[in-house]
């Protein structure tokens, strides 16, 4: 059984980390939308660039003059939890943005890292 693979404290520090990942990642993101332009395409630029350095910081960034296909579904989660926080802080719902974004990051880190998927 997986559970009885690791102590129980490792599953917690591993958690935490990610966690502790998705709440930096979102919170920039969220200090980094201006309330006055919080709008889907300023985010989606944001979470397009967000997604771009990470791939280029985490792996190599261009195999063969594209993307890796690896790195496309981090790119989009960047691009739909910047678009999230956008229309949030539009709607005056800042912290629901902030909660929602962070939950499907640390969801997707959780998947990603369970399946073994940069």
């Known amino acids: 059984r997986l559970e009885n ?10 958690f ?6 998705s709440f930096i990642e979102e919170g920039t ?10 709008q889907f395409p300023y985010g989606f630029l944001l ?8 791939a280029a910081l985490t792996r190599p960034l261009w195999e063969f ?5 690896r790195r496309i579904p981090a790119i989009l989660l960047h691009i739909i939890t910047a678009g999230i926080l956008s229309y949030t802080i539009k709607k005056n ?7 929602i974004s962070i ?3 640390t969801g997707f880190n959780l998947v990603a890292n369970y399946a ?3």
Not at 5 to 14: A, D, H, I, L
Not at 16 to 21: F, K, P, R, T, V
């Open 47 to 54: 979470g397009l660039g967000f997604g771009l350095g990470e």
């Open 93 to 99: 719902k800042p912290v629901l943005g902030l909660l």
């Open 5 to 14: 693979s690791f102590p129980p404290t490792f599953w917690g520090v591993f």
């Open 116 to 118: 073994g998927t940069p």
């Open 16 to 21: 935490s980390i990610l966690l502790l990942n």
């Open 29 to 38: 993101k969220f200090l980094l939308i201006k309330r006055d332009i919080g």
């Open 65 to 69: 003059g594209i993307v890796s296909e």
């Open 103 to 105: 939950i499907l990051h």
